[in-house]
């Protein structure tokens, strides 16, 4: 794969850091030219500059992704830039920023949630699918959890969120297959990332115990799996979830 994607231009959201970071540079190394897209522009120029540096031509997006005329109107400028943007991998996420029992979820915590997970990526893939049709051609990946397979003890926003992320690329894989689009979800188990390690080293190492290789993923891991999907290797899946997640759960029949 490591010369699937020359010729190809590539937007990746929250790509400041841990999975969406990983991902934009794997890609990147792929032979993608890169759209990169997150709030944190410090952060989000360092990885601009990685990928520069590999020889890969690269546009920044710096806004939250809740700006849904932000999105469209960054999307389209990028896409104008570079000619086209033929792979979208939907990874902008929040995670848990209170209390996770349900009768502590407060409305904005809730709307943030959905806002950023849900809407964002919707936002996302309704500015790219008409230049995707045109050519016939697109890739779509939602970044999932396995939360949003089996649900959680706390935070079902956050699992409703990530439930929402998988059902839609179902959709949207049914819906734009006619023209060579398509869309599948990825849910990994647990990742160390900054955003987990905001919790503390000793819930990722509680939560890797869970699964059967007793561990937790690095970002590149879970960037693996995506580039799997967007390559030529990957052209025969579409609605389908994969799931890097050390046997967390077991899926399949």
């Known amino acids: 794969m490591a010369s699937d994607l020359k010729g190809r231009v590539a937007l990746v ?3 400041a850091g841990g999975i ?3 991902t934009a540079v794997m890609l990147a190394h792929m032979g993608a030219d890169m759209v990169l897209l997150d709030l944190k522009e410090e952060a989000l120029e360092e990885t601009a500059r990685v990928i520069a540096a590999s020889g890969r031509s690269v546009e920044t997006i710096c806004l939250d992704i809740r700006d849904r005329d932000g999105v469209k109107a960054g999307i389209g400028e990028a896409e104008k830039s570079l000619g086209r943007i033929d792979i979208l991998i939907n990874n902008a996420g929040v995670g848990l920023a209170g209390p996770g029992a349900i009768e502590h979820i407060e409305d904005h915590d809730l709307d943030r ?3 950023v997970h849900v809407m964002g990526a919707f936002a996302a ?3 790219v699918v008409p230049g ?3 050519r016939k051609f697109g890739r779509i990946v939602n970044i999932a959890s396995n939360r949003g397979q089996v649900g959680f003890t706390d935070g079902s926003h956050y699992s409703g969120a990530k439930g929402a992320l998988i059902a839609m690329a179902k959709s949207w894989a049914k819906e734009l297959a006619p023209w060579g689009i398509l869309a599948n979800a990825v849910a990994p188990g647990v990742v160390r990332t900054a955003m987990t390690e905001e919790h503390g080293m000793e819930a990722i190492v ?3 115990s869970w699964n059967l290789m007793n561990r937790w993923a690095e970002p590149e891991e879970i960037a693996a799996t995506v580039a799997f999907l967007v390559s030529d290797a990957g052209a025969y899946y579409t609605g389908q979830l994969m799931c890097p997640n050390g046997g967390d759960p077991i899926v399949g029949i």
């Open 113 to 115: 949630m959905f806002g």
């Open 132 to 134: 995707m049709k045109a």
């Open 206 to 208: 509680e939560e890797a």
């Open 125 to 127: 893939t309704r500015a």
């Open 13 to 15: 959201t929250g790509s």
């Open 20 to 22: 969406g970071q990983a």
